[in-house]
């Protein structure tokens, strides 16, 4: 049941475990090489001594991009943080495989338009126009200025 999301974690060389402590704050530790059981949907967490943390709800988040913060790549599982024999393991409770970036861009237009429109709303403004004749003038340019 959880081979999707080991082969998902499996492209990344870390993950982030995060936690709660005693008193229900966040706590995150890095995990190099994280050894995730596809059968099972487990995984070992080692935490720095120092840092208190407590059983409960827990998630591993990994991304990596490029260094123009490109080609973003994204995944995480959801599940809670157990005491085992004195080790500390993330027991997966739900994961859902990363959306393509088709998809993930499509979002990212239909809640900006939204947040824009309510914004606009909120101060009882209305958009600016758009001198698409203009728009349309500087990628012409710019296609001509390649050839």
């Known amino acids: 049941m959880w081979a999707e999301a080991a ?6 060389p870390e993950a982030v475990v995060t936690a709660v402590d ?4 966040p706590v995150s530790v ?6 995730y059981d596809a059968e099972t949907g487990q995984m070992s967490v080692t935490w720095p001594a120092g840092i208190a943390v407590a059983e409960g709800p827990a998630s591993v988040l990994c991304h990596s991009h490029d260094e123009k913060v490109w080609n973003i790549k994204a995944m995480q599982i959801k ?3 157990e005491r085992r024999a004195g080790d500390w393991v993330f027991i997966s409770t ?3 495989a990363p959306p393509g970036m088709l998809i993930t861009f499509w979002r ?3 809640t900006g338009r939204a947040a824009a429109r309510r914004y606009l709303d909120k101060r009882g403004l209305t958009a600016p126009a758009v001198n698409w004749d203009a728009i349309n003038e500087l990628q012409r340019r710019a296609r001509n200025s390649r050839s």
């Not at 082969?7 to 990344?12: P, Q, S, V």
Request: net charge positive.
């Open 7 to 12: 082969n998902w974690l499996a492209k990344f």
């Open 22 to 25: 005693a008193e229900g704050y």
């Open 30 to 35: 890095r995990q190099t090489a994280p050894r």
């Open 79 to 81: 599940g809670r943080l």
């Open 94 to 96: 739900a994961f859902t």
């Open 108 to 110: 990212l237009s239909r």
